[in-house]
């Protein structure tokens, strides 16, 4: 049912409790596992800075993450996207469609509750605009991660 499966990730230890969760739909002959990523840009009159102001650690820490899962036999890889914000949504909406996606897996309320009201919830998005099932995993406990 479940042949190409995306885990879309910015970093944060709720996107990482979505995991395990990706890694599962993706196990098996024939599956693959795409990780996302999307480095936003905050766009002004003097230039653009990005969201999230470790993205290289995100993109490091991203790396690692897909090797791990090659290592354990899944067929595995990053694809990391560069948008204005809020466009992380729709880049990865543009990527379920190019690779067939079956699945897209996010965590809830990843990087701040703050961001998530200034810049909109991918989730939230999502569930409007995919093009596959979304599965959503909530942060620990129910509580909203900092």
């Given at each position: 049912m479940f042949e190409t499966v995306i885990w879309a990730?910015?970093?944060?230890?709720?996107?990482?409790r979505a995991l395990p969760y990706a890694k599962a739909l993706a196990e098996g002959p024939g599956r693959r596992l795409v990780a996302f990523h999307c480095d936003e840009i905050l766009i002004g009159r003097s230039g653009g800075w990005p969201v999230l102001a470790d993205e290289d650690e995100v993109l490091a820490k991203l790396r690692q993450q897909v090797e791990e899962l090659r290592s354990e036999g899944i067929d595995a890889a990053l694809e990391v996207a560069t948008s204005p914000a809020p466009g992380a949504a729709h880049?990865?909406?543009?990527?379920?469609?190019?690779?067939?996606?079956?699945?897209?897996?996010?965590?809830?309320?990843?990087?701040?509750?703050?961001?998530?009201?200034?810049?909109?919830?991918?989730?939230?998005?999502l569930l409007h605009v995919a093009p596959c099932p979304v599965l959503a995993v909530p942060p620990r406990d129910g509580a909203t991660a900092e």
């Open positions: 990730s910015d970093g944060s230890e709720t996107a990482d880049e990865l909406v543009r990527l379920a469609g190019e690779i067939g996606a079956d699945a897209i897996v996010v965590g809830t309320r990843g990087r701040s509750s703050v961001s998530g009201l200034l810049l909109g919830s991918l989730t939230h998005r």
